[in-house]
């Protein structure tokens, strides 16, 4: 039974499932789970921070580690915890609501979850070597070039390492909602056409949608299953095979790299730097001059013969092979 647990349906490890997937829907958990638990650390740090100023002249911090722990509040919460809720959510329903399998670029999205993750870890490493940064969550010029220590370079390099996560992710979710919007949603009129995330099975197949649908009414889905008529929800695309990305653990290789990096470059240690960035510049090299790997299959139970037949998988379909 344990066994079950620990593996997919395909027989594959469920940690490497979640490793290397580029499947938006497992990436924004991964966004709101992440989230969560710098959302905790950043708990604790405001608890420290209210401990402080429960009674005048306390002396419960020091001045300089309650610096500390302002820096580390607004900076963990800003950008570690509020941001990547909202990226999770995204990430899981955005595609849902306009009808499209995935995002745009499903490796970058891998991408840009793994490099905010590593960003965030990189920052909280700092704990470990008593190097916190202490010029405030903005880090200005006049604190910033005032503080003693290596705890500003730990900000400056975990803010940019998880900035260039932020910058892909947000590039991404544009062009999906400009590119990938169904047929008949929101050309000009965004109330033309309600979301789909309705109109799929909970929770979603892989592929989300058995046929890509095309929009012709404001409440479409329900029109065509309840209302006996065959105008509001109709397909944008034949049955047939479905084309979905494969995982990869490049985008993990990818952040790894430039965490290396960026630790190593706190402390001067540019060897070992030097070799984090080659990690990074050979995953990207892999990615670049090898095929994109992709599985093709049909939804299960579904007879792609029959129209009718086609729009009730939406209840029960799971992808196979």
């Not at 499209?100 to 905010?116: H, Q, T, Y």
């Not at 309705?198 to 299953?225: C, G, H, M, R």
Request: aromatic share 14%; glycine share 8%; with cysteine.
């Amino acid at each position: 039974m344990l066994e079950s647990y620990l593996k997919t349906a395909e027989g594959k490890s469920v940690l490497m499932d979640w490793l290397t997937t580029v499947d938006h829907k497992k990436i924004g958990v991964m966004y709101i789970f992440a989230a969560v638990f710098f959302f905790l650390l950043a708990g604790i740090e405001a608890i420290l921070i209210r401990i402080q100023l429960i009674v005048p002249n306390n002396d419960f911090l020091s001045a300089s580690t309650y610096n500390e722990m302002i820096t580390m509040h607004g900076t963990t919460m800003m950008f570690f915890a509020a941001l990547p809720i909202l990226f999770g959510l995204m990430n899981f329903i955005v595609p849902l609501q306009i009808g499209a399998r995935d995002v745009a670029f499903p490796f970058l999205n891998a991408l840009g979850f793994w490099l905010f993750f590593f960003g965030g870890v990189l920052l909280n490493i700092s704990w470990f070597f008593g190097a916190l940064p202490d010029a405030g969550w903005t880090a200005y010029s006049s604190l910033a070039l005032d503080s003693a220590g290596v705890g500003v370079d730990y900000y400056l390099l975990s803010v940019q390492i998880s900035g260039f996560g932020t910058i892909i992710s947000a590039i991404n979710f544009l062009v999906t909602i400009v590119n990938m919007r169904v047929p008949g949603m929101m050309e000009n009129d965004p109330w033309d056409g309600r979301t789909l995330e309705w109109a799929i099975s909970s929770p979603p197949p892989e592929y989300n949608f058995v046929q890509v649908p095309l929009v012709k009414s404001l409440d479409a889905f329900f029109t065509q299953k309840y209302g006996g008529k065959d105008e509001g929800f109709v397909d944008a695309e034949p049955a047939g095979m479905i084309h979905m990305p494969n995982p990869s653990i490049l985008p993990l290789f990818i952040a790894i790299g430039l965490f290396i990096a960026g630790l190593a470059i706190i402390y001067h240690q540019f060897v070992i730097a030097a070799i984090g960035i080659l990690i990074t510049l050979l995953s990207m090299l892999t990615r670049s001059v090898k095929d994109e790997l992709s599985h093709r299959g049909k939804a299960k139970g579904c007879n792609t013969a029959n129209r009718k037949d086609l729009r009730n998988c939406f209840c029960y379909s799971e992808f196979r092979i």
